[in-house]
C-alpha cells in the first residue's frame, strides 16, 4: 500500500468519504461466547475485535492475590492473520505495551474492591486490523466487561484523533494513520474524564486542545452506540423474563371446588386438581390450564386422556399416591395431600355419592379406606 495522493477530495471528505468528525460505521454485538461471562463482537470499519471476560475468579497463584482488592488482567492480541503481513503469534513490545495501557484504561471505573482476591481477565482478540485497534479493543471490552456484570462506574469509550495533510481528523482510517502527520488515541469515561491518552506525532497545542475537543465527540458517539447494544441485549432479556414470568406466574383459573375434590402434588410441585364430573367421567385441570379427561375403567384403574389424544393411565397404588403414567413410558410419581373424607375414592379420583352404590374394589377398600368409601 503506498501513499494516496490526496486525503481530502474537493469537498473535504475524506478518503473513505467521511466528514473529518465523523467516526466509522460501528456494531457490536453483545453476548457472544458462551463460555465467558461477558463478551462482545465489535467491528468498526473494517476492525474486527472480539473481547471476552472471565471473573470475578479466584486468583492463582495465590501470591499474587491483592487482599483488599480484584485485580485486572487485560490481553491484547493480534491474530496472526489479523494484517496484511502475518503477525508471529504471541506477544511482542507493541501488544505488551497496548494491554497495560488497555487495562490502565478501565482502572478508575472497575470498582475492584467489591472482589478482593479476586482476578478479573479480559482478553481482546483483533481478528481483523485497519487502524485503531486498540481504541476497538477498549470498546469491545467495555462492553463485554458490562456483559459480564462486573460493577463499572460507567463504560469506557475510545477513539482516535489524528492530524493529516494539516487537518484534524476523528477516527483514522488505515493510509490515514499510516500516512498522516499525528495520531492520538484517547479513552474516557462517560464523564468525559480520560483515562488512556497516547501520542505519535506532534501538535501544536492549538491543534491539541481542538484535537481532545474533537475525540470527546467521538467517543460521546460511541459511548450512545455501546449504551444501545447493551440496552438491545439487556431490554430484549427483560421481556423475555416478563414473558417467562407471566407463564409462571398465570394464575390457575378460578374452579369452584366440589366437595368431592382433591388435590395432588406432583413430585415436581406440579398441582393437578382432581375432579369428578359425573359418575364415569372426570376432570383432571394442571396449572397451567391444560385439561385431561378422566375416565373409570374399574376401581383400580382409570384412563386419562389428555386433549391432545396422549393417554395416560392413573393407578392407585396406596392412600397417597397414585401413579400416572403416560402411553410413552414417562411415568409422573402424585401424591395426594388434601383428602375429602366423605367421598369415595377411585385412585386419586374422587366419585360423587350417587357413585357410592358402586362396589369398590377391595384392594382399594384396603388402600383408601372402606369404611369412610363405603357407609
Ligand atoms: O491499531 P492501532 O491504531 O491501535 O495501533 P497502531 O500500532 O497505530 O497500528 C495501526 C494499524 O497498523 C493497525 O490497526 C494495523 O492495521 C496495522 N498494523 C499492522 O499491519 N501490523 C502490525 N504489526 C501492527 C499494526
Known sequence: MSKPEKFFDENGLRLDGRRVDEIRPMKIEV??????????????GNNKVLAGVFGPRELHPRRMQRPDTAIVRY???MAAFSVED????GPNRRSTEISKVSREAFEPVVLTHLYPSAVIDVFAEVLQAD??????????????LADAGIPMKGLVSACAVGKVDGKLVLDLGKDEDNYGDADLPVAMTQDGD???????????????????????????QILEIQREALKGKFSQSETEEIENEAVIEAPAPEVEK?????????????????????????????????????????????????EDDETVEVETEDDETVEVETYDEEVVETEIIETEEDNENVGN??????????????????????GETNE
Open 131 to 144: 487502524a485503531g485497534t486498540r481504541t476497538a479493543a477498549i470498546n469491545a471490552a467495555a462492553i463485554a
Open 75 to 77: 490481553r491484547y492480541n
Open 194 to 220: 480520560v483515562t488512556l491518552i497516547q501520542m505519535d506525532g506532534n501538535f501544536t497545542q492549538d491543534e491539541f486542545k481542538e484535537a481532545m475537543e474533537l475525540v470527546k465527540v467521538g467517543c460521546k
Open 258 to 306: 366440589a366437595e368431592n375434590e382433591k388435590v395432588v402434588e406432583t413430585e415436581d410441585d406440579e398441582m393437578v386438581e382432581v375432579e369428578t364430573e359425573d359418575d364415569e367421567t372426570v376432570e383432571v385441570e394442571t396449572e397451567d390450564d391444560e385439561t385431561v379427561e378422566v375416565e373409570t375403567e374399574d376401581d383400580e384403574t382409570v384412563e386419562v386422556e389428555t
Open 349 to 370: 379420583v374422587v366419585m360423587e355419592d350417587d357413585e357410592n352404590d358402586k362396589e369398590p374394589d377391595e384392594n382399594i377398600d384396603e388402600d383408601i379406606g372402606k
Open 86 to 89: 502475518r503477525i508471529r503469534p
Open 31 to 44: 453476548g457472544v461466547l458462551s463460555r465467558a461471562d461477558g463478551s462482545c463482537y465489535l467491528e468498526w
